[in-house]
Protein backbone atom coordinates (compact mmCIF):
# COMPACT_ATOMS: atom_id res chain seq x y z
CA UNK A 1 0.00 0.00 0.00
CA UNK A 2 1.15 3.69 -0.68
CA UNK A 3 1.69 5.44 2.09
CA UNK A 4 2.00 8.35 0.40
CA UNK A 5 -1.15 8.51 -0.74
CA UNK A 6 -3.72 10.09 1.39
CA UNK A 7 -6.87 7.80 2.65
CA UNK A 8 -10.14 9.06 0.67
CA UNK A 9 -13.37 7.99 2.23
CA UNK A 10 -14.63 8.22 -1.18
CA UNK A 11 -12.58 4.72 -2.69
CA UNK A 12 -13.01 2.76 0.66
CA UNK A 13 -16.95 3.11 0.11
CA UNK A 14 -16.50 2.88 -3.60
CA UNK A 15 -14.11 -0.19 -3.07
CA UNK A 16 -17.00 -1.91 -0.53
CA UNK A 17 -19.79 -1.34 -2.50
CA UNK A 18 -17.78 -2.89 -5.07
CA UNK A 19 -17.04 -6.10 -3.10
CA UNK A 20 -20.41 -6.34 -2.13
CA UNK A 21 -22.20 -6.05 -5.64
CA UNK A 22 -19.52 -9.07 -6.58
CA UNK A 23 -20.31 -11.12 -3.78
CA UNK A 24 -24.49 -10.49 -4.71
CA UNK A 25 -23.86 -11.84 -8.33
CA UNK A 26 -22.02 -14.87 -7.04
CA UNK A 27 -25.08 -15.78 -5.74
CA UNK A 28 -28.26 -16.87 -7.64
CA UNK A 29 -30.47 -16.49 -4.37
CA UNK A 30 -28.91 -12.89 -3.74
CA UNK A 31 -29.80 -11.99 -7.29
CA UNK A 32 -33.32 -12.71 -7.33
CA UNK A 33 -34.24 -11.29 -4.00
CA UNK A 34 -32.04 -8.55 -3.67
CA UNK A 35 -31.78 -7.39 -7.40
CA UNK A 36 -35.00 -8.59 -9.46
CA UNK A 37 -37.74 -9.01 -7.04
CA UNK A 38 -37.45 -5.07 -6.13
CA UNK A 39 -37.09 -3.94 -9.59
CA UNK A 40 -40.26 -6.11 -10.47
CA UNK A 41 -41.96 -4.70 -7.86
CA UNK A 42 -40.58 -1.31 -8.95
CA UNK A 43 -42.28 -1.86 -12.23
CA UNK A 44 -45.61 -3.10 -11.42
CA UNK A 45 -46.73 -1.04 -8.71
CA UNK A 46 -44.95 2.21 -10.61
CA UNK A 47 -47.90 1.51 -13.92
CA UNK A 48 -50.82 0.83 -10.92
CA UNK A 49 -52.65 3.53 -9.69
CA UNK A 50 -50.62 6.44 -12.10
CA UNK A 51 -53.97 8.02 -13.04
CA UNK A 52 -55.36 8.54 -10.14
CA UNK A 53 -58.35 7.98 -8.21
CA UNK A 54 -60.70 6.29 -10.94
CA UNK A 55 -64.40 5.11 -9.53
CA UNK A 56 -66.13 1.92 -11.36
CA UNK A 57 -69.63 2.63 -12.31
CA UNK A 58 -71.67 0.00 -13.64
CA UNK A 59 -74.68 0.85 -15.92
CA UNK A 60 -77.94 -1.11 -15.28
CA UNK A 61 -79.07 -2.91 -17.65
CA UNK A 62 -82.31 -0.87 -18.73
CA UNK A 63 -80.74 2.08 -17.42
CA UNK A 64 -82.17 5.42 -19.67
CA UNK A 65 -78.82 6.81 -21.31
CA UNK A 66 -80.57 9.37 -23.17
CA UNK A 67 -80.30 12.22 -20.52
CA UNK A 68 -78.15 15.04 -19.68
CA UNK A 69 -76.88 12.83 -16.64
CA UNK A 70 -75.76 10.28 -17.72
CA UNK A 71 -74.35 12.60 -20.65
CA UNK A 72 -72.56 14.54 -18.11
CA UNK A 73 -71.15 11.37 -16.36
CA UNK A 74 -69.71 9.91 -19.72
CA UNK A 75 -67.28 13.36 -19.88
CA UNK A 76 -65.83 13.01 -15.71
CA UNK A 77 -62.42 11.88 -16.15
CA UNK A 78 -62.85 10.69 -12.20
CA UNK A 79 -65.51 7.93 -13.49
CA UNK A 80 -65.31 5.18 -15.59
CA UNK A 81 -69.07 3.46 -16.59
CA UNK A 82 -68.92 -0.26 -16.84
CA UNK A 83 -71.59 -1.61 -19.66
CA UNK A 84 -70.77 -4.33 -20.76
CA UNK A 85 -71.53 -6.75 -17.87
CA UNK A 86 -74.49 -8.98 -17.00
CA UNK A 87 -76.83 -7.80 -14.06
CA UNK A 88 -75.60 -10.67 -12.59
CA UNK A 89 -72.17 -10.55 -12.37
CA UNK A 90 -72.57 -6.59 -11.48
CA UNK A 91 -74.18 -7.82 -8.46
CA UNK A 92 -71.35 -10.07 -7.54
CA UNK A 93 -68.58 -7.37 -8.64
CA UNK A 94 -70.43 -5.13 -6.09
CA UNK A 95 -70.65 -7.43 -3.47
CA UNK A 96 -66.54 -8.18 -4.27
CA UNK A 97 -65.50 -4.37 -4.08
CA UNK A 98 -65.09 -5.02 -7.85
CA UNK A 99 -67.39 -2.06 -9.04
CA UNK A 100 -67.74 1.33 -6.60
CA UNK A 101 -71.57 1.60 -7.18
CA UNK A 102 -74.14 0.28 -9.78
CA UNK A 103 -75.79 3.01 -11.88
CA UNK A 104 -79.58 2.98 -12.83
CA UNK A 105 -81.38 5.87 -14.06
CA UNK A 106 -85.21 5.98 -14.95
CA UNK A 107 -87.55 8.11 -16.86
CA UNK A 108 -90.20 9.69 -14.25
CA UNK A 109 -93.11 8.80 -16.58
CA UNK A 110 -95.51 10.97 -14.17
CA UNK A 111 -93.33 14.13 -15.11
CA UNK A 112 -94.99 14.43 -18.34
CA UNK A 113 -96.24 16.45 -19.88
CA UNK A 114 -94.04 18.61 -18.28
CA UNK A 115 -96.62 21.17 -17.40
CA UNK A 116 -94.77 22.32 -14.03
CA UNK A 117 -95.36 18.82 -11.92
CA UNK A 118 -92.46 19.95 -9.36
CA UNK A 119 -92.89 17.04 -7.29
CA UNK A 120 -92.02 14.74 -10.03
CA UNK A 121 -88.93 15.45 -11.46
CA UNK A 122 -88.41 14.03 -15.29
CA UNK A 123 -85.45 11.65 -14.09
CA UNK A 124 -84.43 9.68 -11.20
CA UNK A 125 -80.71 8.60 -10.52
CA UNK A 126 -80.42 5.67 -8.77
CA UNK A 127 -77.07 4.76 -6.96
CA UNK A 128 -76.05 1.76 -5.51
CA UNK A 129 -73.52 1.78 -2.97
CA UNK A 130 -71.35 -0.82 -1.78
CA UNK A 131 -70.09 -1.38 2.01
CA UNK A 132 -66.75 -2.66 0.25
CA UNK A 133 -65.71 0.18 -1.59
CA UNK A 134 -66.77 2.93 1.16
CA UNK A 135 -64.42 5.53 -0.53
CA UNK A 136 -64.57 5.57 -3.26
CA UNK A 137 -68.69 5.67 -2.53
CA UNK A 138 -68.23 8.94 -0.77
CA UNK A 139 -65.65 10.32 -3.73
CA UNK A 140 -68.72 9.35 -6.25
CA UNK A 141 -71.42 10.81 -3.86
CA UNK A 142 -70.02 13.78 -3.66
CA UNK A 143 -69.15 14.01 -7.54
CA UNK A 144 -73.00 13.32 -8.85
CA UNK A 145 -74.77 14.93 -5.87
CA UNK A 146 -72.43 18.48 -6.81
CA UNK A 147 -73.25 17.38 -10.57
CA UNK A 148 -77.29 17.41 -10.01
CA UNK A 149 -76.96 20.75 -7.82
CA UNK A 150 -76.09 22.56 -10.59
CA UNK A 151 -78.27 20.63 -12.87
CA UNK A 152 -81.36 21.04 -11.21
CA UNK A 153 -79.90 25.08 -10.27
CA UNK A 154 -79.45 25.65 -14.07
CA UNK A 155 -83.48 24.36 -14.61
CA UNK A 156 -85.02 27.26 -12.21
CA UNK A 157 -87.76 29.41 -13.75
CA UNK A 158 -88.37 26.99 -16.33
CA UNK A 159 -91.09 24.81 -16.69
CA UNK A 160 -89.28 21.61 -15.34
CA UNK A 161 -87.79 23.25 -12.25
CA UNK A 162 -86.13 20.18 -11.08
CA UNK A 163 -84.14 17.99 -14.00
CA UNK A 164 -83.52 14.84 -11.45
CA UNK A 165 -83.70 13.44 -8.05
CA UNK A 166 -81.14 11.25 -6.65
CA UNK A 167 -82.07 8.29 -4.57
CA UNK A 168 -78.95 5.93 -2.69
CA UNK A 169 -79.09 2.90 -1.25
CA UNK A 170 -76.19 1.16 0.02
CA UNK A 171 -75.24 -3.03 -0.19
CA UNK A 172 -73.46 -4.23 3.35
CA UNK A 173 -71.32 -6.76 2.37
CA UNK A 174 -68.39 -8.32 4.03
CA UNK A 175 -66.08 -5.86 5.41
CA UNK A 176 -62.40 -6.70 3.63
CA UNK A 177 -59.54 -6.38 6.55
CA UNK A 178 -55.98 -5.98 5.98
CA UNK A 179 -54.86 -9.53 6.99
CA UNK A 180 -57.38 -10.72 3.65
CA UNK A 181 -54.58 -8.81 1.97
CA UNK A 182 -51.50 -9.35 3.55
CA UNK A 183 -51.96 -13.32 4.16
CA UNK A 184 -52.03 -14.21 0.31
CA UNK A 185 -49.10 -12.62 -0.30
CA UNK A 186 -46.98 -13.81 2.44
CA UNK A 187 -48.32 -17.29 1.84
CA UNK A 188 -47.07 -17.00 -2.33
CA UNK A 189 -43.77 -15.49 -0.90
CA UNK A 190 -43.14 -18.31 1.36
CA UNK A 191 -43.99 -21.00 -1.13
CA UNK A 192 -41.08 -19.20 -3.78
CA UNK A 193 -38.79 -18.95 -0.82
CA UNK A 194 -39.01 -22.56 0.10
CA UNK A 195 -38.85 -23.68 -3.98
CA UNK A 196 -35.54 -21.82 -4.24
CA UNK A 197 -33.70 -22.29 -1.16
CA UNK A 198 -35.08 -26.26 -0.81
CA UNK A 199 -32.34 -27.66 -2.78
CA UNK A 200 -30.30 -25.77 0.12
CA UNK A 201 -31.13 -27.83 2.89
CA UNK A 202 -30.56 -31.24 1.40
CA UNK A 203 -27.24 -33.03 2.56
CA UNK A 204 -24.42 -32.86 -0.29
CA UNK A 205 -25.13 -35.75 -1.95
CA UNK A 206 -28.68 -35.72 -2.25
CA UNK A 207 -30.74 -34.46 -4.97
CA UNK A 208 -34.30 -33.29 -5.78
CA UNK A 209 -34.59 -36.62 -7.80
CA UNK A 210 -33.01 -39.01 -5.57
CA UNK A 211 -35.93 -38.01 -2.93
CA UNK A 212 -38.40 -39.53 -5.42
Known sequence: MNQNKPYSNFNATLAIAKASFRS???SPSAVIFTLLFPLIFILVFGFIGGGGI????GVAKGSDVNNPVYKALQTTSV???VTDESADQMKKDLAKGHLDAILDITKNTAAWPVQ?????????VNIQYTSASQEKGKILNSLISGMLFKMNAAMAGNAVPTLAELKETTVTVREYKTIDFILPGQLGFSLLSTGVFGNASLPPRLSVTALW
Open 116 to 124: SRPEHPPYT
Open 54 to 57: TVDL
Open 79 to 81: IHL
Open 24 to 26: ILR
